[in-house]
């Protein structure tokens, strides 16, 4: 069956007091446009119209940075929920599926529970996603025959009998393409606020002897975000449902109150997750790994049996291959580190490649940046590079090749040698006993002097 997906995202979201508009507020670590978009897309649809206003340049830039095929409309005027999806009307144009609205601001509807809506959508004409509410508050409400949908009356407009319904309206609804924009015409914005309600499409299609119909859902997955403060509600949400997900996928969560997690976090199976490991967008943990306490990582992949942290920091383009040790105050970016290597204490490896078996010792730094450009080092297999050394990229240390401590590498060293770079050591005899005894002199006579 196809689909399109219509993402509602003008509104200003004033409640937010913000420059940002609404919908791009982060939850788990991507904005809220991106978890309603990601969860239309699993629908496989044709096409994906995101509906903007407020804001329009940046939603634009955030749609199409996760979907570049997405088509975003502006409504310079946001003059309600059907004027809104009108907008949609010449990017669907040909298009005789059924279009499912949504809204950037609900970003915790299921892909399952769209699923069910397309199904029903088989059977009616329109279908409209509610859920029981436990407090109604100003949600637009169903009014039922059976389990025929009458009509969904807004709260404003509503009698006090309505008002006292508890089914309400999630916002999400599916209908025909060429049904919804025929029914969307007849809309009229004579209401309490004056706006060209969505809603009514129920009580058109009804007065047209067409059939509605509610697929009901959790009302979690039903929670919009109005104010910083459901913002934070809708984090801690997000973030309890992944853990527990997590847990039941068979990774390890000692504390999972402590951990973070992105939207796309991917954990395999017998994973440690140890206590306050923040997790941001684009990671991947392959199976059997450890991640220990109090590390932070974002676009990076780890493999089979690697240790990272505790307190290690992987940035994006991190890649480790299986084995792979990464210990405390250790920063990597994009960097590839093979089998077997080791980073243990305190280094930067930034735009490297470190071979299978290489041994970095503490406070290496990989010296990338000259204040213009970002230069690649290579550290071959097995390479034992000495602590505290400093490589000036671009540089290639060779297969099996060690550096001495404290070396400043500014030229390539082959396989199997030993570069050392660094003031050679000169001893003077008895020197430090004569330094100590005139610099204890020197000190008495300044104290009889005072
Ligand atoms: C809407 C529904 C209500 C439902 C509630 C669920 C209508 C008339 N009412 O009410 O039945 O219970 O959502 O949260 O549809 N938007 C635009 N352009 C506009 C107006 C809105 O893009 O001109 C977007 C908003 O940014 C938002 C969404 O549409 O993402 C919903 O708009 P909002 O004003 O929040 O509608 P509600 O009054 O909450
Ligand atoms: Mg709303």
Do not use: W
Not at 32 to 55: D, K, N, Q, R, Y
Not at 267 to 288: A, L
Not at 321 to 338: C, D, H, L, P, T
């Amino acid at each position: 069956m196809k689909t399109a997906l219509v993402i509602l995202a003008a509104g200003k979201g004033t409640r937010m007091n913000s420059d940002l508009p609404k919908v791009l507020h982060p939850i788990a670590g991507d904005p809220m446009l991106i978890h309603a978009m990601a969860a239309g897309a699993t629908l496989e649809p044709a096409h994906t119209v995101v509906v903007a206003g407020h804001e329009a340049e940046m939603v634009t830039t955030a749609a199409l940075a996760y979907d570049g095929e997405a088509r975003v409309v502006v409504q310079t005027e946001q003059l309600g929920t059907a004027h809104a999806v009108a907008q949609a009307r010449p990017a669907l144009e040909g298009f005789d599926g059924t279009v499912l609205v949504l809204y950037g601001d609900t970003p915790f509807v299921q892909p399952e529970t769209l699923e069910k809506m397309r199904d029903a959508s088989v059977d009616h004409d329109v279908v409209v996603l509610g859920f029981e509410a436990a407090d109604p508050g100003r949600y637009g409400r169903l009014v039922l025959s059976g389990d025929a949908l009458d009509s969904i009356v807004e709260f404003k407009d509503a009698s006090e009998q309505e008002r006292a319904i508890t089914l309400c309206n999630s916002g999400v609804i599916a209908c025909d393409a060429t049904l919804l924009f025929s029914l969307i015409d007849a809309v009229s914005n004579e209401n309490a606020a004056g706006e060209y309600y969505l809603t009514d499409i129920v009580a058109l299609a009804r007065a047209r002897g067409l059939s509605a119909t509610v697929v009901t859902c959790d009302e979690d997955e039903t929670l919009g975000v109005n104010s910083r403060a459901q913002l934070a509600e809708a984090e801690a949400a997000f973030q309890t449902r992944a853990r527990a997900a997590l847990l039941e996928d068979g990774v390890t969560l000692p504390a999972p109150n402590t951990v973070y997690l992105a939207r796309d976090t991917v954990i395999g199976r017998d994973t440690i997750i140890e206590p306050n490991v923040v997790f941001g967008p684009g990671v991947t943990v392959e199976s059997g790994a450890t991640i220990r306490a109090f590390s932070h990582l974002e676009g990076c992949h780890i493999s089979r049996g690697s240790i990272v942290g505790p307190y290690a920091r992987l940035r994006p383009g991190a890649e480790l291959a299986e084995n792979v040790r990464v210990g405390n105050f250790v920063e990597i970016k994009n960097a590839q580190i093979e089998p077997g290597a080791k980073v243990n204490h305190l280094s930067y490896i930034g735009d490297a490649h470190i071979g299978a078996g290489a041994n970095i010792g503490a406070g290496t730094i990989t010296c990338n940046y000259d204040g213009v450009m970002k230069h690649h080092t290579h550290i071959g297999a097995r390479a034992f590079i000495g602590s505290n050394t400093m490589l000036v990229a671009p540089v290639h240390i060779g297969d099996g090749a060690m550096t001495g401590s404290g070396s400043v590498i500014t030229s390539d060293v082959e396989a199997d040698a030993l570069a050392l770079a660094r003031a050679p050591q000169i001893e003077k005899p008895g020197m430090a006993r004569k330094l100590f005894e005139m610099l204890k002199a020197k000190k008495a006579k300044s104290q009889r002097g005072s």
